[in-house]
């Protein structure tokens, strides 16, 4: 079973993650993940945090000489805000500073933040305890983990990608269901400051931030992820927990500020009727089973069909707003307005850098159930078989 844990806190030391069950003969060299940490941290939106971290991989166990050895892998990327708050955030007590930490004590809880609920549960008394876990800061060591897990599949001949399609209420098109649109689609996106394929759009979404930023306000919005090259029959639909768009969409829910995650046309289905919404399926001897439509987003029953897999993740704004909203103080119960942190204005770009990376996840652990998960060369051999039997049905 492929499977990981994270650890660390926003202004701490450094965030870790350990991944196990990961097969070994992968390459895994630091400037892969690195790329990927680049494309968070550099989306256009983001706030002043970034302008301090430089976020970089240290590989500590798992990997030599550039190949995985099957072992745990342990990531870990250094905070250097760090060295602004170790007299806050210390695990030692000595070397907490009274002041400092009277300072930046938080008690006027944040609507729309995980603040006063996991006060509440944990019983603290200073709700810092409960933001430094909660901040999209640890988002970081899962694109790190992600981007493991997307070697893998790249290995195989897969893609993933993700692209804006809406920021506020500036929305483009949706992208079009075949593997040559969509490979114009990602050779863009990945151009454009806010990850959006349409240039026009792209220009009106980053004015939308600046004005917003201006205002001292926040913005949501809507991303596609989608992922290319996956045979059908990953995932299964024998067990609720194993079906492929509950992990997927669990996953993608997982991720800070996800209200809403829609597999192929989702929501926007729900009026049509059924001779319409569902997709035809069609065989050609060269080319096999086949549907001329994906309004199933690549997904039937809990599996894999054989066309893309395509996720739209809906952004709710951030809750940190430099005009802060009412609240109450957590001690006193007087009307107060609430705490204001650092933050970004609008994170939908990152969080489509984010969606790739568990969407990568969920989808390389499918490909181990069904493939094993011991050596590269074992699973490349069984994908070659399976794709075998598939041309011959």
Known sequence: MLRFLTAGESHGPALTAIIEGFPAGVPLEKRFIDAQL???QSSFGRGGRMKIEQDEVEILSGVRKGLSLGSPITLMIRNRDWENWHDVMSADAGEINPEREAEKKVTRPRPGHA???GALKYRHMDLRNVLERASARETAARVAVGTVARILLEQLGCIIFGHVVQIGAIACGAAGAGREEYAGIAEFARTSPVACADREKAGEMIREIERAQEAGDTLGGVFEVVCLGLPPGLGSHVHWDRRLDACLAAALMSIPSVKGVEIGLGFRGAGMAGSEYHDPVYYEKNRGFYRPTNHAG??????TNGEPIVLRVAVKPIPTLRKPLPS???FTKEKVKAAVERSDVCVVPAAAVVAEAVTAWVLADAVLEKFGNDTL?????RWWEYLAYLEKV
């Open 38 to 40: 680049k494309r968070r």
């Open 115 to 117: 603040d006063l609920a």
């Open 298 to 303: 690549g997904i039937e029953g809990g599996m």
């Open 328 to 330: 109450v103080d957590f």
């Open 377 to 381: 060369d074992e699973i490349r051999l």
